[in-house]
């Protein structure tokens, strides 16, 4: 599936009173000239935070992204862009085609950042959610991507999120800058599909990651590598790619669980990227996604998985 170097290989509305996500389908909207306009948004934080907290490892030093192998759709299938519409405009995430417990091959669902589906305390759901996997398959530049068929843009097709779930935390106290709420900045989406498709997500894609909720403590955890399509400077959101390190602390609010965090320069746009470590049993598994970072991009932080991300995965899992 993904490697993780040396050697490894490895909705419902989310509580009472709150909007329900609504994301009907428009024909023809994620054109890949639409898709390449999109801006990234990922949350910013100030570069010290954590620095004080009791549960907080020293920055680590920036890793630099290295470039996935092509074509996507063979060395990491599982991953692909999350495109969606906020009051500013077209904005862009990452995501993971991840399994479903009650779906076993024909998984339809997709991890990401909670961020990249509601805007957060005070906010709502976000419109015209699709997830596009392996998007570029080929890796081309921005200049060759504009020129290119739909076909090489979006291999596996443009798929809609009809359901969306994230922490009520994430509803109640993100924000989009800070590090409020970023210890449940995670979501789900469910993804339809495509009238030009006959199968799930996970039987199109043939693959589906593994999640590992409650994985071993952050300091007992040797390597984990993240994946995203950073699109802000230096990058231009058009190539996958990653970052491995071992896994720090970071706890911004001691009232709420200590994060994960990692050496690398990826930017915004990757927020909401996989984040893989490998189990006991020598299979990798998804154990975070990408979710804060400072504005020097010189490491990212991701929530740990525990029974709050559990819930919602099976919240939407159950109303599929």
Known sequence: MLALG??????????????????????GLWTPSRMAEAHSADLGVPRDLGADAAVSD????????????????????????????TPQGPS???????EDPNRP?????????????HSGAGGEWYR???FVPSYNDDGLDAQALADAPEARVAPFGTWWADRAETSREWIERGQASGGDGASFDYAVLHVRTPKDRTAALEKTIGQAAPVWFDAPSIVDTP?????????AQPFDGAKLLSCQDEPTRLSIDTDEPTMYRIGCTMTGGS??????ARRADGTIALVSNTSIGPAENTWLAGPRLDASAKAVLDAVSARV
């Open 58 to 85: 020293a920055e680590p030093a920036p890793v630099d992204a290295e470039a996935e192998e092509t074509p996507y759709s063979r060395s990491a299938p599982v991953l692909g862009k999350v495109f969606f519409d």
């Open 105 to 117: 091959g024909s998984s339809g669902l997709v991890w990401t950042a909670g961020h990249c589906v």
């Open 271 to 276: 927020s909401g990227g996989g984040w893989f």
């Open 92 to 98: 862009v995430c990452s995501g993971t085609a991840v």
């Open 128 to 130: 015209n959610i699709v």
């Open 223 to 231: 390597l984990v590598r993240a994946w995203g399509y950073p699109a």
């Open 6 to 27: 040396t050697g490894l290989v490895a909705c419902e509305d989310a509580g009472k009173n709150l909007p329900a996500f609504s994301n009907p389908v428009i024909p």
